[in-house]
């Protein structure tokens, strides 16, 4: 039993000068985690219980669905994080440091090179898998920004599991069989979550998917088709498009534009030059970029912006991606800014993409490549080609659902778990080979699969809370009751004591505000905030043979006789 | 259930060739633990799941006491460290790193600063004392020379709890809770142990105790009194001594003693010399010293050696000790060496500290302070007074238990436990004061208490193994029994299958070996390796209607009906 006159607890008045988000402003106030620096945490008596609470479902459905824990330490040394390029690939977001001797350590932001090195130390044979493995351990990230309290942390705690299975089928079956115990979990974790597609062009047709926890401070940003269901992270988007069912157009007509710095400006001009009116949407921006020191133009139509994350995720290889700067025109002397089109880009060495409207067949007004000169009718096909489509631009609300074509919402959300077909990487770059039916060696194919389980905290309470405070589903809670002993009188006292004690007896958690220097406003506000899912309130009506029941959430009270409390409460918590 | 056929668990025939001790080289050969770096390990299934249920005991047992747990975490900030002077003083033991900002973090060893800043950020009154907080946490110290496999690494996983009282007397009762709290811990984990004295003269009466597990091999040495049961660590034996019963002795004679270069050479001149013959106990060694920059000399019988570790345990506030060099030497022209006698030591401006044995009114043969000179009856109080006693020598097995006068072994063990009356120091320094009954501003005083969680694995397992393998007890063990088929008959493994689910239906958690390509020999020698306390094997025996229960401690094996194997296992394993 948790007792308020001894638990370390001290709810506070005021939100902390810190707290961006909701569930960090409540977590802070309701005495569950204290700030220790940027990213890191402490967790205070209720924090751990809530926390031990989501990491006990997450290892009992990992149990249930047949993955064995192990535990690798967090202190790791540069030699596997070598061989995989990752020492160095990670940035600055790795925390490094060196033992007395001098040797290179780094802190596991991720453990993809020790679960693919026990595997191989272990393992030799095909009859060796499938195999999932997952652990429950702490993170280091050095992120540039750690914000909204325990959401993204600089330590935090992750269930990671790796499946190893010989060919791309058996990966399959691990992953749909990872993916069904997320959804479990989530549910009992009693969050309202959207599976979302992930899988970028990019990544060659692995599957990867997130579970997102739909949150307005969400720090994800995703695309939802609230008519089919589709839903996809902004980077996995896929743009609708029809073929081009026009008739095919004139030649190119090039005209003159001097003073159009801005497409509206081009837009104004070309309307009052030509009869048919157009919109930016029929003009064509050409994007010009530098990909890992190669000039490469994004054509878009002109009321679209290129989404450089987007754009990243969906260039196949793409490390380093920036916008052209002074010294790139420098190089291209043929580029006449302000005036670029995709004619002759190819002539002047600039590889060129375009997004997935700018369909075969269609024409387009865009710059002439002379100064003061655009061109309508450039009609792709005839007049440019392009290295191949990309999904670049900047997703709208609006935008057109891949699948049935109603017009999608974005939505915020916390990212709570991801499950992705790793394939090979590791295991090659490892050397984790299993020989086959045949005697021949087989590089194992991996997925891998995560859930932020401090994170989960911070995601449940943003989801569950209410303007007045914490609202915990009731597996999650640190306690099933909070029992508040309400006025001065000792017969209030006695009887709630024993009341807190039969109800632990009938299995019940219960934290008892048995505090006698608290008004009962005090403590009712407390037990508001700290979001028990139910309340029990012991005060004046026992002289009347009644306590008082009230579930947290609905705020719905009741009146219960004092006399059988014990079985109504237990009654009315199993519904 | 766990499934040899699926387990993650390739035993070892040959020890690894780090394995210093028997526990290490067992947890490697059975796929417990796996090396990752100098002192730094993973958990393989069945070594995490013998982890995990230490790690519940100790938490039981510390819920059970009333302790409340919280959670900090391992990556910390410079400045607490730094006001505590730990940062520096810590040494190379200390992880120290940047973040990407450049500010300085450490890994933390024990986190006395973040518990009591996590008090004095919640507490402000005497009404919120006492309070004990405990924490199951991942350490990191650099050891130089880490080794024993998980028992002394340099990540490792401690339960660290923390009282804070008012006053000494509250300190007093919270020690005894959690030495308590210790002793049912311990017990329950099957450790043998004794509780052995850590209190030095120079910690000024604050008790200080060590749990330890006796072991051939342990890096602990300590005394034992086998009649009595007093037990003490080195540092703090306690020397016993009677008062001198003598006569009183004549005046000091100075003799010549040329060619004495040691003692036994002095002891051989003086028997020749003198008609009452001496050994080298009566002899006086003046061991000199500097003591942070103070020359020193502690005066102990000839036949025994100056132990620095112990002197600097017991001379108060002493930092850093070291034996007198030749440029020592030269400071103090007055000292003759060899011939070196406390009779003129305060006047050369030598502070003397002498061992208890040097009794008041006790005579000895010492230096002269003169070249080729000796003296006897030099006599303590008449001749030479001293600042201080001091145990200061090597402590040897035959030396008198100081409560029952009997002569006391040397034993070894491993350090499980440490339990420690702290004090003021980190509320002082961190300024963690509350208010008392009248108002006034008191600092807090703390006690320490801590548990090895993951070295108690290795430590259980030195304890409890046999030649031919781990043998846990039943709590701690991965799974209650250990079921084999033996055999080829699709029967003899359906009916191993269906008795398995029952055992796990009745309450026990089984390991099941069902791998159909291992032979009776190899799953036997696993099964020993491995160390569950219950064997089952289903063999051939299975067509008489009969298998085979097997105790794995003792050894002793039953033919039971399989008829009523459940009910007869359950039975037997209730005992």
New interface residues.
């Given amino acids: 039993m948790l007792r308020m006159s001894?638990?370390?607890?001290?709810t506070l008045r005021d939100d902390p000068a810190d707290a961006e988000v909701a569930s960090h402003r409540l977590l802070v106030r309701a005495?569950y985690v204290?700030r220790?620096?940027a990213g890191?945490?402490?967790?205070?008596?209720l924090g751990?219980?809530t926390?031990r609470n989501i990491e006990r479902v997450v290892r009992e459905e990992m149990d249930a669905a047949?993955f064995?824990?192990?535990?690798?330490?967090?202190?790791?040394?540069r030699d596997p994080y070598e061989q995989t390029n990752r020492w160095s690939e990670y940035g600055?977001?790795l925390?490094?440091?060196k033992?007395?001797k001098g040797?290179d350590?780094l802190?596991g932001p991720t453990h993809e090179e020790?679960f693919t090195l026990?595997?191989k130390?272990?393992?030799s044979s095909y009859?060796d898998l499938p195999?999932s493995?997952y652990q429950i351990q702490?993170k280091?990230r050095?992120e540039?920004r750690p914000r909204s309290g325990i959401i993204r942390g600089?330590?935090f705690v992750m269930k990671d599991s790796y499946s190893f299975d010989i060919d791309d089928a058996g990966l399959e079956i691990s992953y749909q069989k990872h993916r069904d115990a997320y959804v479990k979990t989530f549910k009992r974790l009693g969050l309202d979550f959207n599976i979302v597609s992930a899988m970028s062009g990019a990544m060659g047709g692995s599957k990867s998917e997130e579970f997102l926890a739909p949150c307005p401070t969400g720090e994800d940003t995703y695309v939802l088709c609230e008519k089919c269901g589709f839903a996809a992270n902004v980077e996995a988007m896929i743009t609708k498009v029809d073929a081009y069912a026009g008739q095919t157009p004139p030649a190119v007509e090039v005209f003159d534009s001097p003073n159009t710095p801005t497409i509206d400006s081009l837009v104004e001009l070309y309307n009052g030059l030509f009869s048919e009116p157009i919109t930016a949407a029929n003009t064509l921006k050409n994007v010009l970029v530098m990909v890992d020191g190669v000039a490469t133009s994004i054509l878009v139509p002109g009321d679209r912006e290129v989404d450089l994350k987007r754009l990243g995720a969906n260039l196949p290889g793409a490390q380093d991606i920036r916008i052209f700067e002074e010294e790139d025109f420098a190089k291209f002397p043929g580029l006449v800014k302000g005036y670029i089109g995709p004619q002759d880009a190819a002539a002047q060495g600039i590889k060129v993409y375009a997004d997935p409207r700018i369909v075969i067949g269609s024409h387009w007004i865009t710059g002439a490549n002379a100064k003061d000169k655009h061109a309508r009718f450039v009609t792709h096909g005839r007049d440019f080609t392009v290295e191949a489509f990309v999904e670049a631009v900047e997703v709208k609300a609006g935008d057109l659902c891949p699948t049935c074509a109603t017009p999608v919402v974005i939505d915020r959300a916390i990212e709570i778990g991801h499950i992705f077909q790793l394939g090979r990487k590791y295991a090659q770059a490892l050397g984790l080979t299993v020989l086959d039916q045949n005697g021949k060696s087989q590089v194992v194919t991996m997925g891998s699969y995560g859930i932020g389980v401090s994170r989960a905290v911070a995601a449940i309470a943003e989801q569950t809370h209410d303007e007045i405070g914490l609202n915990w589903p009731r597996e999650i809670a640190p306690a099933d009751i909070h029992l508040v002993a309400a006025g001065k009188d000792d017969s209030i006292f006695e009887f709630a004591n024993t009341l807190a004690t039969d109800l632990e007896s009938a299995g019940m958690r219960v934290l008892f505000d048995d505090r006698r220097?608290a008004s009962p406003g005090v403590k009712f506000k407390d037990a508001e905030l700290i979001g028990i899912p139910y309340i029990v309130v012991v005060g004046k009506s026992l002289q009347d043979g009644e306590i008082e029941f009230r579930v947290r959430k609905s705020g719905e009270k009741s009146q219960i006789p004092s006399g059988s409390a014990v079985a109504t409460i237990v009654a009315a918590i199993a519904g």
Same sequence: chains 1, 2.
Avoid: C
Avoid at 40 to 45: A, D, G, Q, V
């Fill in positions: 001894t638990l370390l607890l001290r005495g204290r220790i620096s890191i945490y402490s967790w205070l008596p751990y219980l926390y047949g064995q824990e192990v535990h690798f330490p967090a202190l790791l040394p600055p977001d925390f490094r440091l033992d007395r040797n350590f802190l020790m026990m595997v130390g272990e393992y009859k195999l493995i702490t280091y050095d540039p600089r330590e220097d």
